[in-house]
């Protein structure tokens, strides 16, 4: 399932076999798959012109991480602070920027 397109044309989305991955499709047409440890659902929501994609992912059962995942190939995984268990991003912008929703509300995220 394609969730968001950058303005180069890369395409960030998640695709399920035997389990669930995320993929970056790039405007000449290179795919790069990856994965969260330790997260059994993933789902990429944005990607900006850098390339950088935010989403979140499932660790278990109703707890939810947000994750930025970088063309180098690293990611990191994050949680709003005293934000409960669900830190679901719902969009990143060219500077980095996170937005999306938490238990309690809502919440930005800066680099």
């Not at 290179?30 to 979140?56: H, K, M, S, W």
């Not at 190939?73 to 949680?79: R, Y």
């Amino acid at each position: 399932m394609a969730a968001g397109i950058n303005i180069k044309g890369s395409v960030t989305g998640w695709y399920s076999d035997s389990s669930a991955h995320g993929f970056v499709r790039a405007s000449d047409g290179a795919i790069t798959t990856f994965n969260e440890t330790q997260c059994d659902l993933i789902q990429p929501v944005g990607i900006n012109r850098a390339g950088v994609v935010a989403g979140y992912c499932s660790e278990r059962r109703g707890h939810y991480s947000g994750f930025i995942f970088r063309p180098s190939g690293t990611s990191l995984k994050f949680q709003v602070p005293n934000g409960g268990t669900r830190t679901l991003p719902v969009a990143i912008n060219d500077a980095g920027v996170i937005t999306g929703n938490y238990n309690f509300g809502g919440f930005l995220r800066f680099p």
